[in-house]
């Protein structure tokens, strides 16, 4: 009897039609079923935001070689619905979301990032999860996301090799039973290649700055500007990424809230 292939639930933030999204899909199908639940556009930096006060349309997509739906909401609507209405009552033996155009490294980026949020949701129902990113250089960005991805040369070859990485990552997590809910963020370089090293990271305490710029005289806009991220003492994924190594730091979402000491109060 054939063994079944496990079942990958598979999200992003960029929207359906992103290159990097179909790449990883491509890549899983050769291990996983896939089953795709993304927004129907670029929905990033939009953290664990859910539509609580409108209805969310779906529609299935047929461009994507398996099972998917493009949503008119957020990554976290989207995993919420595929796994409480779109899985045929199956439950997923992973959760993925990405390849994201961009790195989500640092914990101010990780916070916010759509990305991460849609790992995160599967990682509360208490299911295996990772987010997938990838370095783009500012120069290579725009073009890039204006065509939904698309990339050509060494950024598609680094792109593809990604997603055969993130697929043998996403299989070595099958089978597992976190005992909180964790998030596998992976970030990889610039230039990522077979045979790129993976290094267990933590988040880099990059201080936060203004992300807008003056635009008028009421008027502000986004406007993102790279700084160096201070040395933590620590390997942190910032630190891994500019040494073109694959980042990889585990988030357990259940540490969150430490414990304090029974003596201590608010205002000491």
Request: hydrophobic share 40%; with cysteine.
């Amino acid at each position: 009897m054939t063994k079944s292939k496990p079942l990958a639930l598979i999200t992003n933030d960029d929207g359906i039609d992103s290159w990097f999204l179909r790449t990883l899909v491509e890549a899983m199908l050769n291990d996983f079923e896939v089953v795709v639940a993304a927004p129907m556009g670029e929905q990033s930096w939009i953290g664990r935001a859910m539509s609580r006060r409108r209805e969310v349309h779906y529609a299935e997509n047929e461009t994507l070689g398996c099972k998917a739906y493009a949503l008119d909401g957020t990554p976290s609507d989207c995993v919420n619905i595929a796994l409480g209405h779109l899985m045929d009552g199956r439950k997923p033996d992973v959760v993925c979301s990405g390849i994201n155009l961009g790195y989500n490294a640092c914990l101010p980026l990780i916070l916010s990032s759509g990305t991460v949020a849609g790992a995160m949701e599967g990682a509360f129902w208490g299911l295996p999860a990772l987010a997938f990113s990838h370095v783009i250089p500012q120069v290579e960005f725009e073009a890039i996301r204006e065509k939904h991805g698309r990339a050509e040369g060494e950024m598609a070859e680094s792109v593809r090799c990604s997603a055969a990485i993130s697929t043998r990552l996403a299989l070595a997590v099958v089978g597992q039973k976190p005992a909180s809910p964790v998030v596998h963020n992976i970030n990889f370089p610039r230039r990522t290649y077979a045979d790129t090293p993976v290094a267990r990271t933590i988040p880099s305490p990059m201080p936060m700055h203004s992300l807008f710029a003056r635009r008028g005289e009421s008027s502000f806009g986004f406007n993102k500007v790279e700084r160096e991220p201070i040395p933590s003492g620590q390997l942190d994924d910032m630190e891994a990424l500019n040494a073109d190594q694959i980042s990889h730091t585990v988030l357990d979402l259940a540490a969150i809230a430490q414990s304090v000491p029974a003596t201590s109060t608010a205002s000491e």
